[in-house]
């Protein structure tokens, strides 16, 4: 099924890239229950490849989408969400705000990033894994179960943050730290 098309004549330059609005050609629902219908407006992408048309992956509002970067499965990109390079969206992940990823990274299962979020690098989040605030994540870091990143919090290096655990505030994380369990890491938390 081919759910959308470029829409030619809405177009814009962003970061030296030509991005299309696109345009829902087919009526189908999203993963979260969003009715998309024929002729609806979605977000901006450089090019066809940057959203799949196999399951109900949709892209909304502001958020763009450029380089080799891919939103497939039922993964849902909405508000000023930026995603370039070669990330990889998938499965059920949910981004939004001003949340910006770059680099190799790769979101799926029902991960959830927001705010004004930033990943990087190699990361990789799964699982039902939280980024939110202004939290910042790169380097080879990998995030999953239902573990939390907020307020402040830079993780970079080789670090696993796994279980329960909840890193927040202003607390700086790397090397090859692994924190998992119900672990919960943080300093003051700061007004966003």
């Known amino acids: 099924m081919t759910k959308f098309e470029l829409a030619a004549e809405n177009r814009i330059t962003w970061r030296g890239y030509m991005l299309y609005r696109i345009r829902a050609v087919s009526a189908f629902e999203t993963a979260c229950g969003k009715k998309i219908n024929v002729g609806d407006l979605g977000g901006w992408v450089e090019k066809e490849q940057n959203l799949s048309n196999d399951g109900r992956a949709w892209i909304s509002e502001d958020a763009k989408v450029w380089g080799n970067a891919k939103i497939s499965d039922d993964a849902r990109i909405w508000g000023n969400a930026k995603i370039s390079d070669d990330v990889r969206i998938s499965d059920n992940a949910r981004i939004g705000g001003n949340a910006e990823i770059w680099?190799?990274?790769?979101?799926?299962?029902?991960?959830?990033?927001?705010?004004?979020?930033?990943?990087?690098?190699?990361?990789?989040?799964?699982?039902?894994?939280?980024?939110?605030?202004?939290?910042?994540?790169?380097?080879?870091?990998?995030?999953?179960?239902?573990?939390?990143?907020?307020?402040?919090?830079?993780?970079?290096?080789?670090?696993?943050?796994?279980?329960?655990?909840?890193?927040?505030?202003?607390v700086t994380i790397c090397g090859n730290a692994h924190i998992g369990d119900n672990a919960i890491i943080g300093g003051k938390e700061e007004e966003n």
């Open 103 to 170: 680099g190799n990274a790769w979101i799926g299962s029902n991960a959830e990033i927001w705010g004004d979020a930033s990943i990087s690098d190699n990361a990789w989040i799964g699982g039902d894994a939280s980024i939110s605030d202004k939290a910042w994540i790169g380097g080879d870091v990998m995030v999953g179960e239902a573990a939390q990143i907020r307020g402040h919090a830079r993780v970079y290096g080789t670090t696993q943050i796994y279980g329960n655990a909840v890193v927040y505030g202003e």
